[in-house]
């Protein structure tokens, strides 16, 4: 068995673990508490060079007139269950997918997509990558006054697939591959209406494990960068709450 069917295996049964504690209602219908989200996040460009240090003014710098353009954005979706409610506190375990979509103009290892077949190793410059990830968001949520509630946000993302291009429109490569990604701490707010939830939240803290794509010169595998970032997402419940459903 190859390292990348263990991480195949791995992945999955994360998965399943998840889907069990989201399915183990105790006699309730699985539809309660379940709420789907759609998620919405901005961050700073990493301007970092091949070896993840500071980078210099140089040609890949982001022109003068567009410094203050947010990217990378990322999309998400999830399905999230109520697995546990103790006195005020909520907490919530989902499912999802997410994409990651990267546009700062830097040189990256076009050879990435390839296993063992000779590659040159020259410099091709990248605008568009794109990362396709899973994720596993664990929601913990507080009331503070009336329907406004204070929460944290821990969100494991696992790497699915990843495509890169040319500024050109050509494709550099692009790769399947099941592995750990990130694990984000986001702090923030949320605010129910009836069974529409809005949430903020802010990343505190991440570690990552560093993406040979764009850092093909790092020596390390993980790594705390945590350049500024936010997170908006709206989320919509389908099935009762359980007092709803108890009236």
């Not at 309730?28 to 789907?36: C, H, V």
């Amino acid at each position: 068995m190859n390292t990348t069917q263990i991480r195949i295996q791995i992945f999955f049964a994360i998965l399943v673990w998840c889907a069990g504690g989201i399915t183990s209602a105790r006699a309730q219908s699985f539809w309660n508490d379940l709420t789907i989200s759609v998620e919405f996040a901005a961050a700073h460009h990493d301007k970092r060079t091949s070896s993840r240090k500071e980078k210099p003014p140089s040609i890949f710098n982001i022109p003068s007139d567009s410094e203050e353009r947010w990217a990378p954005w990322q999309y998400g979706i999830s399905l999230n269950k109520k697995v546990l409610e103790w006195k005020d506190i909520r907490l919530d375990i989902g499912l999802g997918y997410s994409l990651e979509h990267l546009t700062y103009l830097r040189p990256v290892d076009h050879c990435f997509h390839l296993s063992g077949d000779f590659c040159f190793d020259i410099s091709i410059s990248c605008d568009n990558y794109k990362r396709h990830l899973g994720q596993i968001p664990i929601r913990a949520s507080f009331p503070i006054v009336g329907d406004l509630k204070v929460e944290l946000l821990v969100l494991p993302l696992f790497d699915i697939y990843k495509k890169a291009w040319r500024p050109s429109g050509d494709l550099i490569g692009e790769k399947m591959t099941i592995d750990f990604y990130s694990l984000e701490i986001n702090p923030g707010i949320q605010y129910q209406i009836n069974r529409i939830g809005l949430a903020v939240n802010y990343r505190l803290y991440q570690v990552k494990k560093i993406d040979r794509v764009i850092f093909s010169s790092s020596s390390e595998k993980i790594e705390h960068y945590n350049p500024l970032k936010f997170w908006f997402s709206v989320g919509y419940r389908l099935g009762m709450q359980n007092n709803e459903h108890s009236n």
